[in-house]
C-alpha cells in the first residue's frame, strides 16, 4: 500500500442528530456467533474493539426482524425478543463507552438459503413471488397480510433500535434477500400493488418500509437504506441499467425518509455508466447521490486487493492502495465508504490508515470468518 494524504479520511461528518469523528464505516458482515439469536459478550466486545480502533460508525451484521423464517442460518441474531434486545443494548452501550457510533442493519433473507449451511428455518421462507431467482421457486408468496405484518416488523425494529440507544438503522435492501427480491423483476411477479414493469412499481414494498420506519422514529433519527444493482444469484445483473430508471428506483425512496443510500459494489472504484462519463466516471454511490441529493455510502473491496466474493472460495485477499478512494473523496463523489474484510480482519485498520503504519496491515484470509477477532 502506497503513502497518500488521509486527511480527508478524517473529517468529521454530520446528518440530522448523527456526528461522526471520520468517514470510515464498519460495513456489515454476517459473522454468525449468536447463540439462540441472542448477541453474547464476545459479539459486544467484537464491535466494541472497532470502536476502540477509531472506526466512524459500525454498522453491524446483519440482525433480523419480527417474521417467522426472516434468517436463514442458525446463529444470525434477532433484533426482537426481550434477550436479544438486552444484548443490543449492551453492544450499543460498550461501543459508546468506546467513543464509537453504531447502528443495527435489519434484515429479511426473503426465500435466500444460505450458502455456508444446510440449516433450514422452522417456518416456509416467504418472498415476494415464491421464487429466489428467475425461474428458481422456493417458499411461499406472500399475501398482503404478510406484507403487511412485515412492514410492521421493520418499524418496531426501527422504533427498538432507537430506543435501545443507537445512533442510526440501516435497512438491507441488497444483495438479493427480501427487499431487493421486491426491486428484481426476476423474483416479483406480482400482480399487485406490491409488483409491476418498473422498478419504480416495483420499490413500492420498499418505500412502504422506509415510511413507516421514519413515523416510527420521528424526523431525526437517521435512516440508512443499504440497495445493489447485483445479487448474489447472479452477479450480472443491473437492476438500473440507465440514470432514468435508477432516479425512479432511489428518488421514491430517499422522498420516503431514507437519508443516506449504501450502494454496495463489487469494486467501489468501477463506474456505474461509462457510456456516459466514462472509465474514471462515478461510481454506484456517486450517481446515487447526484440523481437523489442524498448522502451516499460507497462500498466494495476497500484496502484489499481481491474480490470479496472471492473469501467464500478460500482465497487471501492482501493490503491494496487506498489513493483511487482518496481521490473520489477529493471530488465528493460520495460522503462515506464502508469498509469490510480489512476490518473484520484488524480491528486497528483504521488507526493503522491515520498513522501510517502500512506495514502492519493484515492480509484478509477466509480463516477469518470462523472468529471473532
Not at 203 to 223: C, H, I, S, Y
Not at 232 to 248: C, G, K, S, Y
Not at 277 to 299: C, H, M, P, R, Y
Request: glycine share 8%; aromatic share 8%.
Amino acid at each position: 500500500m502506497t503513502t497518500s494524504n488521509v486527511d480527508i479520511l478524517f473529517q468529521p461528518f454530520h446528518l440530522k442528530n448523527l456526528t461522526l469523528k471520520n468517514r470510515i464505516v464498519m460495513a456489515p458482515m454476517t459473522r454468525s456467533f449468536a447463540t439462540q439469536g441472542i448477541p453474547g459478550q464476545e459479539i459486544a466486545a467484537y464491535y466494541q474493539r472497532r470502536a476502540e480502533g477509531e472506526v466512524g460508525l459500525i454498522l453491524t451484521e446483519g440482525t433480523v426482524i419480527n417474521r417467522p423464517a426472516s434468517r436463514n442460518e442458525a446463529n444470525i441474531p434477532f433484533f426482537h425478543g426481550e434477550q436479544a434486545l438486552a444484548g443490543w443494548k449492551k453492544v450499543a452501550a460498550d461501543v459508546h463507552a468506546a467513543g464509537g457510533k453504531i447502528g443495527p442493519q435489519l434484515w429479511h433473507t426473503g426465500s435466500v438459503a444460505s450458502f455456508l449451511s444446510d440449516w433450514v428455518p422452522d417456518a416456509p421462507v416467504e418472498s415476494p413471488s415464491a421464487l429466489v431467482a428467475p425461474d428458481q421457486p422456493r417458499g411461499d408468496a406472500m399475501s398482503e397480510e404478510a406484507i403487511a405484518d412485515t412492514i410492521s416488523a421493520f418499524a418496531q425494529a426501527a422504533s427498538d433500535a432507537k430506543r435501545l440507544g443507537f445512533d442510526v438503522a440501516e435497512i438491507h435492501g441488497a444483495h438479493g434477500y427480501l427487499i431487493d427480491q421486491f426491486f428484481w423483476s426476476g423474483t416479483n411477479l406480482r400482480t399487485d400493488n406490491y409488483g409491476g414493469a418498473t422498478l419504480k412499481q416495483r420499490a413500492r414494498f420498499a418505500a412502504e418500509v422506509v415510511k413507516t420506519m421514519r413515523e416510527a422514529v420521528g424526523p431525526d433519527f437517521p435512516l440508512i437504506l443499504r440497495v445493489s444493482q447485483w445479487k448474489q444469484q447472479d452477479f450480472t445483473v443491473r437492476l438500473a441499467p440507465t440514470i432514468t430508471e435508477m432516479t425512479d428506483w432511489l428518488l421514491p425512496l430517499v422522498e420516503a425518509g431514507v437519508d443516506i443510500l449504501h450502494c454496495s459494489q463489487r469494486r467501489f472504484w468501477e463506474p456505474e455508466f461509462p457510456e456516459i462519463d466514462g472509465e474514471q466516471g462515478l461510481n454506484f454511490a456517486g450517481w446515487a447521490k447526484k440523481l437523489t441529493g442524498a448522502a451516499t455510502i460507497s462500498v466494495g473491496s476497500v484496502g484489499l486487493a481481491g474480490d470479496f466474493m472471492s473469501a467464500f472460495a478460500g482465497e487471501t485477499s492482501h493490503p491494496a492502495s487506498i489513493e483511487n478512494l482518496i481521490a473520489r473523496l477529493e471530488r465528493n463523489e460520495f460522503d462515506l465508504i464502508a469498509v469490510g474484510r480489512a476490518l473484520l480482519s484488524d480491528p486497528q485498520w483504521v488507526t493503522k490508515i491515520r498513522t501510517g503504519n502500512h506495514a502492519e496491515l493484515k492480509d484478509f484470509t477466509a480463516a477469518a470468518l470462523a472468529e471473532l477477532v
